[in-house]
């Protein structure tokens, strides 16, 4: 097959790059300035790393346990941190470790952060933050999100050595993830590798982690490539870099045999152990009673997983309050007493899937992770690309983004007409996607949608952060209602997306936000237009909460009311566009006649 794709002058103009031989000599150097230092964790287990600790409890035969954790205030998180570790040790049930949720704007170097938006998660000013929290309990820290992969990446990882944590990350997240108004990926990649060459250049092993669903798991249609990125990932951290890799991967797979079986996929192609097993979050849509059921199903599974294959995947009992906002510490605690009692009652069950179905489903997906493996490296190697080069890998993966990486590389055959390629396996995400779209298309037809045809409204449609499941359905279900989209982007700033819609010359925003950042966002959004002369409707969905700028409040706050006030055609689902649509451009919906 031709696999020189793309011109490297397109993804890398950059007329010289950065010398990787000096920022991991940097990176290795600064590991005397920055040795790992012990921790309650590492003391009270007689271990030098998790890596250890986790290599003991497989030969064990024990199942070790996560619990993730992102509140904004630092005195809930170290009161959190002891408390839900004591109130399970009573109960009899172990936590091994606490994955912490940092704030998006932990990834901005710390002089820069306090002007930034903030998200709802936790903010550490000072590496004496780090140390505090860590030691707050005999539990192990795992510091994965926005660490590796932003501008902070250094110094976040230097603040958490200190604190004597041994599985940082996020390499997913390098490749997906980007911060607002930050546009300098070549010092983003700098500090990244530079990071991973320190926790290198380290006495003790630590692991390099990677959640597959914050990388391309999300947007990968065929699982099969998700497995081969994974393989991608392990050669740049082991092969590359000499570090050691360790996998997430679990939010987007609902159905237990695919689980199962990439579990399985996974230990083949990338054998250190794994960080955690993360919850099938995608699963939960329901109320707190239906998401029990979610937990319950894929816990089973994984619980299953771990038994005929012990891989040090800590499962990850996600709250079921997870769809509304960041579940509080008793939600934390529920969903672990609750996984602990089921860990107990599955002893000497039989697995919940088709053991032969799942080995061959296995296999698939090892074969078709090789040939993506295989294609990228050599297309890569075509394209001119550097493929020893560190710096040249990183940025060119990430330049190129999911669609085109799994289009020119995947092992799935080549669709007629299409630039896409049919999947080896058809990915969760895709199936729960189509069936969405079907139903909402009959829903927003019976709210009235067909008085919109005809119109040709012209409709953007962006995300003020990485979550792009709620743009995809949008635009499909819009488009099959005669709308035309206009792509407006993903974790798109404000004044570019306002640009967007002057020079596209759209009737409409429709504004997907999950990260707890509507109010400030929509607020900036309509300065960025009114500086345009322009008042165009802003239609808003998805998670409107956010957490009040100088509050003690800890959990974000509804602002649905707020972004009314401001003008903001706020819509709790997508059929509610429909009757505000109606409404601002003079059309009648069935709702009108009543
Ligand atoms: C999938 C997911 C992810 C994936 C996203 C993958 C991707 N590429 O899209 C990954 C794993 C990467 C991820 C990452 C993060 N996530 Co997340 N994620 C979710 C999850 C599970 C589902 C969200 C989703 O896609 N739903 C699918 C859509 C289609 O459904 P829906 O939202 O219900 O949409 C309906 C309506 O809301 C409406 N709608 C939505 N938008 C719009 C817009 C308009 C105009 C209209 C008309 C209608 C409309 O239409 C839909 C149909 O009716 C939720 C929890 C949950 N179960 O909901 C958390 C959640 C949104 N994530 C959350 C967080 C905090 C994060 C992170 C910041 C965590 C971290 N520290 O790393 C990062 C984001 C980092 C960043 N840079 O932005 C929080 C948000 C918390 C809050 N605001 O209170 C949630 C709620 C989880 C939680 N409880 O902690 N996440």
């Known amino acids: 097959m031709d696999t020189a794709c793309f011109e490297r002058s397109e993804i890398l103009p950059e007329p010289e790059l950065p010398d990787p031989v000096e920022i991991i ?92 938006m903030q998200g709802t998660g936790l903010i550490l000013e000072e590496t004496e933050d780090f140390v505090e929290l860590v030691n707050s309990a005999p539990v192990a820290a795992h510091f994965g999100d926005f660490m590796l992969g932003f501008p902070a990446a250094l110094e976040n990882t230097c603040s958490a050595l200190s604190a004597g944590v041994t599985v940082i990350g996020n390499i997913g997240q390098y490749f997906t993830f980007s911060l607002p108004g930050w546009k300098d990926e070549i010092e983003t990649t700098c500090s990244t590798l530079k990071a991973i060459a320190l926790m290198v250049g380290q006495d003790t092993d630590i692991l390099v982690h990677s959640n597959l669903d914050d990388g391309f798991a999300a947007v990968f249609e065929d699982v099969s490539c998700i497995l081969g990125a994974a393989l991608v990932e392990r050669y740049l951290v082991e092969d590359l870099l000499g570090g050691r890799i360790a996998h997430c991967f679990g939010h987007h797979f609902s159905s237990p045999l695919l689980r199962y079986a990439f579990l399985h996929a996974l230990a083949e192609v990338s054998p250190g152990p794994g960080s955690m097993i993360y919850g099938n979050t995608t699963s939960y849509g329901g109320t707190d009673a239906e998401n029990f059921a979610s937990l319950s199903a894929y816990l089973r599974v994984d619980i299953a997983a771990q038994r005929s294959c012990a891989t040090g995947h800590a499962l990850n009992p996600v709250p079921v309050s997870e769809n509304r906002r960041i579940p509080d510490m008793q939600e934390i605690l529920d969903a672990h007493l609750f996984a602990g009692r089921l860990c107990d009652l599955e002893e000497g069950l039989v697995p919940p899937v088709d053991i032969d179905a799942a080995r061959q489903l296995s296999d698939r997906l090892t074969d078709g992770a090789r040939v993506f493996y295989d294609n990228l490296i050599r297309g890569f190697r075509e394209s001119g690309i550097d493929v020893e080069n560190p710096v040249e890998m990183f940025l060119t993966i990430r330049r190129l983004g999911g669609r085109r990486l799994e289009n020119w ?186």
């Not at 998790?50 to 993730?68: C, N, P, S, V, W």
């Not at 949608?449 to 952060?465: E, H, I, N, Q």
């Open 409 to 594: 590389y995947g092992p799935g055959k080549p669709e007629e007409l299409s630039e896409r390629r049919a999947p080896v396996v058809m990915s969760d995400t895709v199936k729960a996607m189509d069936q969405e779209v079907s139903v909402q298309i009959r829903r927003a037809r019976e709210a009235g949608a067909d008085s919109l045809r005809g119109m040709k409204l012209k409709l953007v449609v962006a995300t003020t952060d990485v979550h792009e499941h709620g743009k995809r359905l949008l635009e499909r279900v819009f488009s099959s209602l005669g709308l035309v989209i206009v792509d407006g982007g993903i974790s798109v700033d404000p004044d570019v997306l306002s640009g967007i819609a002057e020079s596209s010359k759209a009737d409409v925003i429709a504004l997907c936000t999950y990260n707890g950042v509507a109010l400030t966002y929509f607020e900036q959004l309509r300065d960025e237009l009114k500086e345009r002369g322009m008042n165009l409707p802003v239609l808003i969905g998805g998670q409107l909460n956010q957490i009040p700028r100088n509050t003690r409040s800890s959990l974000p706050i509804d602002v649905t009311q707020e972004l009314r006030d401001r003008g903001a055609m706020v819509c709790p689902s997508l059929v509610d566009a429909i009757p505000a649509l109606c409404a601002h451009f003079g059309r009648e919906s069935p709702g009108d006649r009543n």
């Open 25 to 116: 000599d940097l990176g290795k150097q600064m590991a005397r300035q920055w040795p790992l230092q012990g921790n309650a964790f590492l003391k009270a287990n007689c271990c030098t790393s998790e890596l250890q600790y986790k290599q003991r409890m497989i030969a064990r035969g024990r199942i070790m346990k996560h619990a993730h954790m992102g509140f904004r205030s630092r005195q809930k998180s170290i009161r959190a941190y002891a408390e839900i570790h004591e109130r399970l040790l009573k109960k009899g049930f172990t936590l091994d470790r606490y994955g912490i949720c940092l704030d998006w704007s932990m990834g901005f170097p710390r002089h820069l952060r306090s002007e930034q």
